[in-house]
C-alpha cells in the first residue's frame, strides 16, 4: 500500500480516490425540477474546467451556458432543427425529448471546440474532453448531477453558427447540470485493471 509519507501528497489521496471512482452520468429525468445552481457555483466549475491540460497552450474549449429563459431557446432551436433534418427518421419521441430535456436542467452547457490548425484535432479534442471532466468532477464534489450527451443535433453542421462555432470548429455535446432527486441513483461497473494494462518493467 502507497503511504501517505512516500507520496507526501498536498491534498487527502483517499478523497480524490472517492471523488473520481464516484463521478456518474445521470440524465436530466433524475434532477430535482425547478432547482437552480447558483450563478457563483457554476462560474466556479466552470472556471475548473479551463484548467484541464491544453497543448501549447490552446485552450480550445467554448462553452455556451444555458439557463433561464435560455433553455427553451436551446429546446426549440434543437428540436427544430432535427425536425428539419431528420426527414424519413424522423421520430417523434426523440423531436420532444429533445424539446424537453433542457428544461429538466438547471443549466445546459453546449461543449464547442475552436480549432487552432497549428494543433492535431485530436489532441484538441483531448483537451476538451479534460475540461469536460474537470467540470464533471467539480459538480460531483458539490452534490451536483451532470450528463454528457452528444446526441441530438451534435453533429450537424447547421448547428454551429447557433453555439459561435465556425466551420472549421466542432461541437462535441451538451452538458446537463443540476442537482440530483433524492432518491436518484446511478451505477457504473469497470473491467479489471490487468485486462487494459501492459506492464513492461524490464
Not at 432535427?82 to 430535456?101: D, I, P, T, V
Not at 489532441?123 to 451536483?144: F, K, P, R, T
Not at 465556425?166 to 432527486?181: I, M, R, S
Request: proline letters at 6%; charged letters at 20%; one cysteine or more.
Amino acid at each position: 500500500m502507497i503511504t501517505h509519507v512516500e507520496t507526501q501528497a498536498s491534498v487527502d489521496p483517499a478523497a480524490v480516490k472517492q471523488l473520481i471512482r464516484g463521478r456518474r452520468s445521470m440524465q436530466p429525468v433524475q434532477f430535482e425540477p425547478g432547482r437552480v445552481v447558483p450563478a457563483a457555483l457554476l462560474r466556479e466549475l466552470l472556471e475548473n474546467a479551463t484548467w484541464a491540460p491544453t497543448h501549447k497552450r490552446t485552450e480550445p474549449w467554448h462553452f455556451v451556458v444555458f439557463g433561464g429563459e435560455g433553455r427553451q431557446k436551446l429546446a426549440t432551436f434543437q428540436s427544430e432543427l432535427y425536425r428539419e433534418k431528420a426527414g424519413e427518421k424522423f421520430q417523434q419521441n426523440k423531436f420532444e425529448k429533445l424539446a424537453a430535456s433542457p428544461l429538466l436542467s438547471s443549466h445546459v452547457i453546449a461543449i464547442g471546440l475552436k480549432r487552432n490548425l497549428e494543433v492535431p484535432v485530436v489532441e484538441e479534442v483531448a483537451a476538451v474532453a479534460c475540461a469536460v471532466q474537470n467540470l464533471h468532477l467539480s459538480a460531483v464534489a458539490y452534490g451536483l448531477a451532470g450528463f454528457w450527451s452528444s446526441g441530438g443535433v451534435t453533429y450537424l453542421e447547421e448547428a454551429k453558427p447557433f453555439f459561435g462555432l465556425g466551420p472549421q470548429d466542432q461541437l462535441l455535446g451538451f452538458f446537463f447540470l443540476g442537482y440530483p432527486k433524492p432518491d436518484a441513483t446511478a451505477r457504473s461497473i469497470r473491467k479489471p485493471l490487468d485486462e487494459k494494462v501492459t506492464w513492461v518493467l524490464e
